[in-house]
């Protein structure tokens, strides 16, 4: 067993079974689009929403009035013009090319090209519709897992976001298996425990899974400097 897969294991024995992004492309794409800036209760409970009144296709979502989208959409969180423009933005890019479920499972390099339209992804959203939606054997990194990665002591800290990036996901990948269920689950795992409890300025160290492994949580803990549920 690897030290990533020991983290990994501790982290499903803490959280239990996670939740994965959506594998359809349009909905992932949705998904991510009702991400922004909203809270993930609100954002599920909309997706629900229209899954109930199936709306989760490119020409159902098209078809749908819009007296009933804006009012699930807004219910989501702020930016509520913004959010429909991505919405119909990324609508017309699939039903413009309804051949791209089946190119991002492809050579990569057809496979960026055919997502790079679609708005609100950039790229971390990119790697993570590749990653779920066309099974690429890609590790994203946001913020989140980027933290929990340093934080752990994988990859080199750079200013430039891209630059620690690279260098975290080199560093994680060299303990990975080549395959599509071990980069899901490093992902869906780590970004989780970058969002709940390795956050940025109040990181909860002290009833953390990986505090024995983590040396900058053991420099918090000794030092004060974390937040505790006591």
Same mark, same amino acid.
């Given at each position: 067993?690897?030290?990533?897969?020991?983290?990994?294991?501790?982290?499903?024995?803490?959280?239990?079974?996670?939740? =994965?992004?959506?594998?359809?492309?349009?909905?992932? *794409?949705?998904?991510?689009?009702?991400?922004?800036?909203?809270?993930?209760?609100?954002?599920?409970?909309?997706?629900?929403?229209?899954?109930?009144?199936?709306?989760?296709?490119?020409?159902?979502?098209?078809?749908?009035?819009?007296? =009933?989208?804006?009012?699930?959409?807004?219910?989501?969180?702020?930016?509520?013009?913004?959010?429909?423009?991505?919405?119909?933005?990324?609508?017309?890019?699939?039903?413009?090319?309804?051949?791209?479920?089946?190119?991002?499972?492809?050579?990569?390099?057809?496979?960026?090209?055919?997502?790079?339209?679609?708005?609100?992804?950039?790229?971390?959203?990119?790697?993570?519709?590749?990653? *779920?939606?066309?099974?690429?054997?890609?590790?994203?990194?946001?913020?989140?897992?980027?933290?929990?990665?340093?934080?752990?002591?994988?990859?080199?800290?750079?200013?430039?976001?891209?630059?620690?990036?690279?260098?975290?996901?080199?560093?994680?990948?060299?303990?990975?298996?080549?395959?599509?269920?071990?980069?899901?689950?490093?992902?869906?795992?780590?970004?989780?425990?970058?969002?709940?409890?390795? =956050?940025?300025?109040?990181?909860?160290?002290?009833?953390?899974?990986?505090?024995?492994?983590?040396?900058?949580?053991?420099?918090?803990?000794?030092?004060?400097?974390?937040?505790?549920? =006591?």
């Amino acid at each position: 067993m690897s030290r990533l897969d020991a983290h990994l294991s501790r982290l499903y024995k803490f959280y239990g079974l996670l939740p =994965t992004p959506p594998k359809d492309p349009f909905i992932l *794409f949705v998904w991510e689009a009702l991400s922004v800036h909203a809270a993930p209760l609100k954002r599920d409970a909309a997706l629900a929403q229209l899954k109930k009144i199936h709306a989760l296709t490119p020409d159902a979502m098209w078809r749908l009035p819009h007296a =009933t989208l804006e009012p699930i959409v807004k219910a989501v969180g702020p930016y509520t013009e913004k959010r429909l423009e991505n919405l119909r933005n990324g609508i017309d890019v699939f039903r413009r090319n309804r051949d791209l479920p089946y190119i991002i499972k492809g050579p990569l390099p057809a496979a960026r090209r055919a997502i790079k339209p679609l708005p609100t992804l950039g790229e971390q959203g990119a790697q993570r519709m590749l990653l *779920f939606a066309a099974g690429q054997v890609v590790l994203p990194i946001d913020s989140r897992v980027g933290r929990v990665g340093r934080r752990l002591g994988y990859g080199e800290g750079h200013k430039q976001f891209a630059k620690m990036a690279r260098s975290v996901r080199e560093a994680l990948c060299r303990e990975l298996p080549e395959s599509i269920d071990a980069y899901r689950r490093a992902y869906v795992y780590l970004s989780h425990h970058g969002a709940m409890a390795c =956050t940025e300025s109040v990181p909860h160290c002290s009833v953390c899974p990986l505090l024995k492994e983590c040396p900058e949580g053991k420099k918090r803990v000794k030092d004060g400097d974390v937040y505790s549920e =006591t």
